[in-house]
């Protein structure tokens, strides 16, 4: 009986129960299971040596990783499942829990990431990003592209090369105008520029086949205004792509950058995409700085 008491107290915290809870679906790391709650790792290996030494959970060790499992209980399922109700942060959990397992099952990441690491360590003639660029673009079908938060519109312009056509939107007259000038003396005739807000996106519904937002949704007051806009201007099968910045704790790009957001995490691009009605939203951090404050860019993907 003393056991079952002890047990079921253990049980009774809500950290313990949402770590129980994603136990149950998943076998996870103390890193993974930090991720997912947020919460530190003295506190998440309290609780899981506490579980553990009630019987709760058991651990299976790989190398230097300790991945630790539920032990099945009936009368602990039963718990659980009541539990589930009550609990206000179960699907923020699943979902996070989501992520995490997608993240685990992508290892072909690392290894881009060390090849990203090796390019340019060493010179090779002709060999620079701007040339990849330049060749990828160069394979993008003709499209009608929204680079929405376009600043003077560098992007713009080197999307206009093989874009159907390309409409800038920026909320600065100065950028506008500035990119204008640009587009006129270099005779870009596919690309125009227009005076607008992304939560207020000053084209069509429905007329648009890609929809691009690179480092503008921190500087935006409502992120899911902009998102719920770039669906709405995106023709069906139409396409969202966001390059951002993922969350981190540089305060000083408030006044620098006259930043709003410092950042979002994975699961906050996600969450966005799929309330503004996007479908296959994915996320992926695709780039870390090598100097401080060490930013990180997030693409996030989408379909309407």
Known sequence: MASILKSLRLAADPNRLRLLLLLEQEELSVAEIQEILSKGQSQISTHLAQLKQAGLVDDRRTGKNAFYRLTARPAL??????????????????????????????????????????????????????????????????????????????????????????????????????????????????????????????????????????????????????LSEAWRILKPGGKIAILDLNRHHFEEAREMYADLWLGFTELEIERFLKGAGFKNAETAVVYKEQEPPYFETLLGTGEK
């Open 77 to 226: 399922m039963d718990l659980l499942k009541q539990a589930e109700t009550e609990i206000p942060e179960v699907d923020e959990d699943r979902r996070a829990l989501r992520l995490v397992l997608r993240k685990r099952q992508d290892r072909m990441r690392r290894y881009f990431d060390e090849l990203a690491g090796k390019f340019g360590r060493q010179y090779v003639p002709g060999r620079s990003w701007k040339g990849i660029a330049e060749a990828l673009l160069k394979l993008m079908p003709p499209m009608v592209i929204a680079d929405l938060g376009a600043g003077e519109g560098t992007i713009s312009q080197l999307m206009a090369q093989r874009a159907k056509k390309v409409i800038a939107v920026d909320n600065s007259e100065k950028m506008v105008e500035f990119g204008s000038e640009l587009a006129r003396t270099h005779g870009i005739a596919n690309l125009e520029y227009r005076l607008g807000d992304i939560e207020d996106v000053p084209i069509r519904a429905g007329t648009v086949d890609l929809a691009f937002l690179s480092q503008a949704l921190h500087h935006a007051p409502h992120p899911e205004r902009a």
